[in-house]
């Protein structure tokens, strides 16, 4: 299924054409699992009506999986502690992730997007996509979070290698993603077996 032929649930006229006020409860009306392992097949068209770009596609990811990884009780000082999703370096979702969330919640905990510098910022997230503008220093940036319940996720090649969690990647226009679970589980971060199921590889299982 493309995501050309999804109900058009909840969306708005904007100037540059039809998309998704809401791009995740579009998902999520089809069933948010079988809608994410579609995704995952998806061709991505970049800036064609009606058609979801890479970075909707990855944002969509992104808070999808939130639903779908466990993180431990330490990760959330209080009960209304906000899940924090964070962005290392340039932003290439040019607002997109921002809006994906905007208004959501997980288990009680109302979701927000941050720009990150610092490493205690870093420490604070739930989500954290390092973009490739850091590829210079994702080793070191890894090194520093590891042990701390903090989901990393980024593009480049080395990423799991280095010690992220999930790599997104796009194979013949089609988004889909990567686990390291060895790297997860030694910060108490445990995906679903939903999830595991519709990576396209699974390292350190």
Known sequence: MQLRDMPHIGRRRRDDGWAPSAPVRALLAMVAFMVMAAAATTPVVAQAPRVASEYDVKA???YNFAGFVSWPASAFP???SPFVVGVLGEDPFA???ESTIRGETINGHPMVYR?????DQMRACHILFVGTSELARHADV???LRGSPVLTVGESEQFLGSGGMIRLVVVERRVG???NLSAASKSGIRPSGRLLKVARRVIGA
């Open 60 to 62: 969509a990811f992104l």
């Open 142 to 144: 890894l090194s520093d």
């Open 115 to 119: 720009r990150v510098t610092g490493l």
């Open 78 to 80: 209080t009960a209304g």
């Open 177 to 179: 993603f990567e686990v």
């Open 95 to 97: 607002g997109r992730l």
